[in-house]
């Protein structure tokens, strides 16, 4: 089993979890990694940064096979990153420009929720790979359809930013998990309606990774 990291170090390293040590080292980003995950398959990493550049490696043999580049706005900065189930598509978290979809096979892109979003961090596709989910830096959590980026839902109840997001396995419910003051939060709401679930809400403050 495999693990990867990126760091402020600029290196995204990939880790053998049995044995703790890193097996391989990736060596590409100019400034902070941000954000890294696997394509469904394997077969690709992913990985994001404050570079403004998402590159795309043989995690076998550590090449970067790809470079993605927002050339209209080439100080643009990328966070969290997220395969779409099928492998085709790759969102990412941007600053002040909403979410980032890549076609990775012919490296064209569009925007998503570039009208409200100020920060998305994080963002995750659902199960089937019709709706993209994502969180802002003012505590939104916001629902996108993938096929056409219309906004399905916009979720307010975080006291600050949402760092974290996610979809149940059956894609009925969303997580989310963000910061308040010294301590974090985690709600779950319905994915449907946008009511958030009772049993999750300030009394139940709890730090949430994805």
């Known amino acids: ?3 990867v990291s990126g760091g402020t170090d600029t290196l995204v390293t990939i880790w053998d979890v049995a044995g703790g040590t890193p097996l391989r080292v990736l060596r590409g980003h100019h400034w902070q990694v941000y954000g890294v995950g696997w394509s469904p398959d394997g077969s690709r990493l992913a990985s994001s940064g404050w570079d403004s550049a998402i590159r795309l490696w043989n995690p076998t043999t550590g090449t970067c096979v790809q470079i993605l580049r927002d050339l209209d706005h080439p100080d643009i900065v990328f966070f969290g990153v997220a395969w779409s189930p ?21 490296g064209s892109h569009r925007g998503v929720g570039e009208a409200h979003a100020t920060w998305i961090r994080r963002v995750a596709w659902s199960r089937d790979g019709t709706r993209l989910v994502g969180g802002d830096e003012d505590g939104h959590v916001y629902a996108w359809d993938a096929s056409d980026g219309t906004q399905l839902l916009r979720l307010a109840g975080h006291h ?20 308040r003051s010294e301590s974090g939060e985690l709600f779950v709401w319905d994915a449907r309606s946008g009511e958030r679930h009772p049993a999750w809400g300030e009394g139940n403050a ?5």
Do not use: E, I, N
């Open 86 to 106: 099928d492998g085709k598509l790759l969102a990412c978290g941007t600053y002040q420009r909403g979410v980032q979809m890549w076609d990775v096979t012919t």
């Open 160 to 179: 600050g930013a949402v760092t974290s997001v996610a979809w149940s396995p059956d894609d009925r419910w969303l997580a989310s998990g963000g910061r």
């Open 206 to 210: 709890v730090w949430f990774q994805h």
């Open 1 to 3: 089993m495999q693990l």
